[in-house]
């Protein structure tokens, strides 16, 4: 298989040669940047059309994402419930039938997971398809952080990194798939964007966007988010106090008054959700689902708990596969630091993609002597990785709030490789272009790695027998045999908001018990599919 970094070696001879032999296209492209990084606005529709126009590009030349894992059904019921009009669903009836990983069934039917990625996909639903909502969420993260963009650097280089974000392979996988990362993005961006410019000139609206940046997190990564929301806080704290360049009257009233007010709201928005969903305020739907199926910790200090009785095996197995994980992580000193070597390297792989962003921080050193703010980012960055090492599970969207800090080493390090000359020859200038090319080499890689994806995986065969099922008439009720050694992450059962209204509805087998669920749903068609069997297909259930 072709890797991307193949061509890496490439840029060294391309910085030896003659400046313009790259061209007048990128002069131009410059010069055209330049004009336009001096209208904000332009910039930033700009970025977010460009955004939206390569992850709809992608959706359609290979295919529209399906969704396969636990947490993309998640979202999905959660982006159903809300275009439903509901911020939950009742119970249903047989709900013991419809269990399945990531959800909860009572007090209430919903998802586990807090309700900012799921409003998106219901905005996409409401416009035609789920999926709509992920591209226009991604489209307005890659805005938002050209915006935090223009508070570190010059706008030039804020547009030239918005599009450069909007390129970048892992947000690109954000925008085609529905477990999130990019509203998580966008709401670290607009914390990150407000706190320099209210350093810069303390003003309500500032702090108002500020205080919208750790709503959407406390919405989307609560815990990351609470991270990143604290430490900034710290040091704005920090900076007010030690400057005493502006009077404490005027921070209290245009800083910390106006974020008050929009905290007291997240209080009550956060507090009416959880209400609504487990009928208490202060419980969110994650600590119902971990309480009544989960075993193993969040974080690596924390304690097992106690097995619950599980009705279904694939619950139960994929609990014991997390619980082993945790375990794994422990046994030892070497065991803890080869888990934070591995989640590192998860990380790594994820945000320095083919390794392109390494050759783009070769400039940082020189970037950082020039602005005291880039130290500032890496030791925030810092902290906040190593709070995320504490979790049991490390995934690259969940560092999703401070990618924004990241990407901004990345575009100061290409700023400062830009205008590293030597004599009359800009080697830097032409290694910053041809990354620029190898980008969107990787967006034609991507792109053709979607067109060729294998068909016969088992979230499409899913998504195949739900639209063969969709021409015929009537209802279905489809029940899902599978095997002693199923592999619990190729999960079939999950439904949409509305079980009753719903063409085709998924329930598990549950052996004698099935009669009564085929009962409730007389009008429906009984079907059996054997979800392990080499080629899945329907079977009329025996005897209905």
Not at 61 to 83: K, M, N, S, V, W
Not at 205 to 211: F, T, Y
């Amino acid at each position: 298989m072709f890797r991307l970094y193949y061509l890496l070696p490439l840029l060294i001879p391309l910085a030896l040669v003659k400046g313009d032999l790259l061209g007048r296209l990128f002069h131009l492209l410059e010069r055209w940047g330049a004009r336009l990084a001096a209208r904000p606005a332009r910039v930033l529709a700009l970025v977010a059309a460009f955004s939206f126009s390569l992850c709809a590009a992608l959706s359609v030349i290979g295919c529209l994402p399906r969704p396969q894992t636990h947490d993309e059904f998640g979202y999905l019921l959660l982006g159903d419930t809300f275009a439903h009009g509901r911020v939950t669903n009742p119970t249903p009836a047989m709900w013991e039938h419809f269990e399945t990983i990531h959800q909860i069934m009572r007090p209430t039917y919903t998802a586990k997971y807090p309700p900012a990625q799921g409003l998106a996909l219901a905005l996409g639903e409401k416009l035609g398809l789920p999926i709509i909502g992920v591209w226009l969420a991604t489209a307005l993260a890659c805005a938002t952080v050209a915006w935090m963009f223009m508070a570190w650097m010059p706008p030039r280089w804020a547009l030239a990194g918005g599009l450069m974000v909007a390129l970048h392979p892992l947000v690109l996988e954000w925008g085609q798939n529905y477990w999130g990362g990019s509203v998580a993005m966008a709401g670290g961006a607009l914390l990150l964007g407000a706190f320099r410019r209210i350093l810069r000139e303390p003003r309500a609206r500032d702090a108002v966007w500020m205080g919208v940046g750790l709503a959407i997190l406390a919405n989307s990564r609560p815990y990351e988010g609470f991270v990143l929301g604290l430490l900034m806080m710290l040091a704005l704290v920090i900076w007010f106090v030690e400057a005493g360049k502006v009077p404490a009257q005027i921070v209290i009233k245009r800083v910390f008054a106006p974020m008050l007010v929009v905290m007291a709201l997240l209080a009550v928005q956060l507090g009416f959700y959880n209400w609504r969903v487990t009928g208490d305020p202060m419980v969110m739907p994650y600590l119902v689902h971990e309480e009544t199926y989960g075993i193993a910790p969040l974080f690596l200090f924390g304690t097992p708990r106690v097995e619950p009785h599980y009705r279904h095996l694939q619950i139960q197995r994929l609990q014991e596969d997390y619980l082993n994980y945790f375990e794994s992580q422990r046994r030892s000193f070497r065991a803890v630091m080869e888990a934070t070597g591995s989640k590192i390297w998860v990380l790594s792989q994820g945000y320095l993609w083919s390794y392109l962003m390494i050759v783009a921080l070769l400039g940082l050193p020189w970037a950082i002597m020039r602005d005291r703010w880039l130290w500032f980012a890496l030791f925030i960055g810092l902290f906040f990785s190593i709070a995320m090492l504490l979790g049991t599970w490390v995934f690259p969207h969940y560092a999703a709030p401070a990618a924004g800090l990241f990407f901004v080493l990345v575009v100061e390090s290409m700023r400062s490789l830009y205008a590293w000359r030597v004599g009359a020859r800009y080697p830097g200038r032409n290694i910053v272009r041809g990354l620029a090319i190898l980008f969107v080499v990787s967006f034609v890689q991507i792109a053709v790695k979607m067109a060729t994806q294998d068909r016969t995986r088992w979230y499409f065969q899913r998504a195949n027998l739900i639209a063969d099922l969709g021409h015929q008439p009537g209802e279905d009720l489809v029940i899902v045999k599978y095997d002693a050694d199923h592999n619990p992450n190729r999960e079939w059962v999950y439904n949409g908001a509305d079980l009753d209204g719903e063409k085709v509805i998924f329930a598990r087998d549950m052996g004698p018990q099935n009669q009564e669920l085929i009962d409730y749903y007389k009008v429906r068609k009984a079907w059996v599919l054997d979800a392990d069997a080499p080629v899945p297909a329907l079977q009329p259930y025996p005897g209905s």
